[in-house]
């Protein structure tokens, strides 16, 4: 049995793909692992490209999930100690994913564990933060936008940010190391998130059972963003605008039938209960 199990849940981002797979296999790393993509019925022959790679199993989902469902799809079909939750836009640099299960190793108390994750250029990405709240998601917005625009005070902030050990809320679903027996001590991601938020939601489920989330600066992993979002911006912000639904619902109640409202009046009509 693989002492790790790196899932990748894919969806129309064949390139970016097989660049990532390139990174996991070219050298691979050294501790024992399995590589799962799961692929969410894509339309570029994914799947297909995924099985030329030696040692990758593929697992076609039959439809587009979301990133939850096919993550725990994956988790399921596995059966190491540590698993990988790796996005197939991302790239890890040699040594990164052996680093990450060494520093998980050395504290026990921690069962979801994150990584600095950057750009093609090297700016720093906000990849962990405090619990979702209306204001922080304010405060955060400000901050992705202030490094999306290149603003050289927000990504110096950012860049401070992520130079530091700490023990935040949640952590990146982008590159997300969890304990198998803490992954399934609270039922794997809630599959109510089709993309986005999902992270956020399991690093809270996480930590209400006492145990722990860490940010490492120590590691880092290249994000470069998927194509997939990019080409359908009304489509991902529908996507994001109904996981936010769910996740007030259920963290935020109070505040979710404003949300609801607000969706409406924007012609985004809640897909969730």
Same mark, same amino acid.
């Given at each position: 049995?693989?002492? $790790? !199990?790196?899932?990748?849940?894919?969806?129309?981002?064949?390139?970016?793909?097989?660049?990532?797979?390139?990174?996991?296999? *070219?050298?691979?790393?050294?501790?024992?692992?399995?590589?799962?993509?799961?692929?969410?019925?894509?339309?570029?022959?994914?799947?297909?490209?995924?099985?030329?790679?030696?040692?990758?199993?593929?697992?076609?989902?039959?439809?587009?999930?979301?990133?939850?469902?096919?993550?725990?799809?994956?988790?399921?079909?596995?059966?190491?100690? =540590?698993? $990988?939750? $790796?996005?197939?836009?991302?790239? @890890?640099?040699?040594?990164?994913?052996?680093?990450?299960?060494?520093?998980?190793?050395?504290?026990?108390?921690?069962?979801?564990?994150?990584?600095?994750?950057?750009?093609?250029?090297?700016?720093?990405?906000?990849?962990?933060?405090?619990?979702?709240?209306? =204001?922080?998601?304010?405060?955060?917005?400000?901050?992705?936008?202030?490094?999306?625009?290149?603003?050289?005070?927000? =990504?110096?902030?950012?860049?401070?940010? *992520?130079?530091?050990?700490?023990?935040?809320?949640?952590?990146?679903?982008?590159?997300?190391?969890?304990?198998?027996?803490?992954?399934?001590?609270?039922?794997?991601?809630?599959?109510?998130?089709?993309?986005?938020?999902?992270?956020?939601?399991?690093?809270?489920?996480?930590? @209400?059972?006492?145990?722990?989330? =860490?940010?490492?600066? %120590?590691?880092?992993?290249?994000?470069?963003?998927?194509? !997939?979002?990019?080409?359908?911006?009304?489509? %991902?912000?529908?996507?994001?605008?109904?996981?936010?639904? %769910?996740?007030?619902?259920?963290?935020?109640?109070?505040?979710?039938?404003?949300?609801?409202?607000?969706?409406?009046?924007?012609?985004?009509?809640? %897909?969730?209960?």
């Amino acid at each position: 049995m693989p002492d $790790l !199990s790196i899932i990748i849940v894919s969806y129309n981002a064949r390139a970016e793909l097989e660049r990532c797979l390139a990174s996991l296999t *070219t050298p691979p790393p050294a501790i024992s692992n399995e590589v799962v993509v799961v692929d969410n019925l894509s339309s570029d022959g994914s799947a297909e490209a995924a099985r030329h790679w030696p040692g990758v199993r593929v697992i076609e989902s039959g439809a587009n999930r979301g990133f939850a469902a096919a993550s725990n799809i994956g988790i399921r079909a596995s059966s190491s100690e =540590l698993v $990988l939750l $790796l996005n197939s836009d991302t790239i @890890a640099p040699r040594g990164a994913i052996d680093a990450l299960a060494r520093t998980i190793r050395s504290h026990a108390d921690v069962a979801v564990l994150g990584p600095r994750l950057v750009d093609g250029e090297g700016h720093p990405e906000v990849s962990c933060g405090s619990m979702v709240s209306p =204001l922080v998601e304010w405060r955060q917005k400000r901050l992705v936008r202030g490094v999306e625009r290149r603003n050289p005070a927000w =990504l110096q902030r950012v860049e401070r940010m *992520t130079r530091q050990e700490q023990w935040p809320d949640w952590v990146s679903g982008a590159c997300l190391l969890v304990r198998r027996r803490d992954a399934e001590a609270v039922g794997l991601l809630d599959e109510r998130y089709f993309m986005y938020l999902e992270d956020v939601d399991f690093c809270a489920a996480i930590r @209400a059972r006492g145990r722990r989330v =860490l940010f490492t600066p %120590t590691v880092e992993v290249v994000h470069l963003r998927g194509r !997939s979002a990019a080409s359908a911006p009304a489509a %991902t912000m529908a996507a994001y605008r109904r996981s936010q639904l %769910t996740f007030y619902q259920k963290h935020h109640p109070a505040v979710a039938p404003l949300l609801r409202l607000y969706l409406r009046m924007r012609g985004i009509p809640p %897909t969730n209960s």
